[in-house]
C-alpha cells in the first residue's frame, strides 16, 4: 500500500486559501471607491459623448441591422451554403454521423498503411 500524495490533500485548502486571499484584495479595491454617487441624478443618466440622448425607441438598435454588414460582405460564401441549411436536425445529424464514419474511415486507412 502507498500512501496519497500529499498534493491530493493539499491541493482543495491551498485553492480555498488563494479564493479567500483573492476575495479580500477584490474587497479592499472595492472599499477604496467614492460613495459620492447619488441615485436619480444626473450622474445615472446615460453619457453620449455629451450629446443630449434620443429617447429609448431611438436608440434602440433592431437586431436584422447589427450584423447587415458582416453578411453583406460576406454573401458570396453564405449564398452557396444556405441551401445546406434547412433547419431539420435531422439533416444535421445525418451530416454529422456521415462525417464521423468518413473520419472513421480515413483513420482506418492511415493505421493500415
Known amino acids: 500500500m502507498s ?4 498534493l491530493t490533500f493539499w491541493a482543495p485548502i491551498v485553492a480555498v486559501i488563494a479564493l479567500l486571499i483573492i476575495l ?7 472599499s477604496r471607491g467614492q460613495g459620492r454617487f447619488k441615485e436619480g ?3 445615472g443618466e446615460i453619457f453620449l459623448s455629451g ?8 436608440r ?6 447589427i450584423y447587415w454588414g458582416f453578411f453583406e ?12 441549411h434547412t433547419g431539420i436536425i435531422n439533416d444535421y445529424l445525418i451530416w ?5 464514419a468518413l473520419a472513421g474511415i480515413v483513420i482506418l ?3 493500415l498503411l
Open 51 to 58: 450629446e443630449n440622448v434620443p429617447e429609448e425607441s431611438r
Open 73 to 84: 460582405s460576406m454573401k458570396r460564401y453564405y449564398g452557396p451554403t444556405a441551401g445546406a
Open 41 to 43: 441624478s444626473d450622474q
Open 60 to 65: 434602440h438598435v433592431r437586431s436584422h441591422n
Open 109 to 111: 486507412l492511415a493505421d
Open 96 to 100: 454529422l454521423l456521415g462525417l464521423t
Open 3 to 6: 500512501a496519497a500524495p500529499v
Open 24 to 30: 479580500a484584495i477584490a474587497l479592499l479595491y472595492r
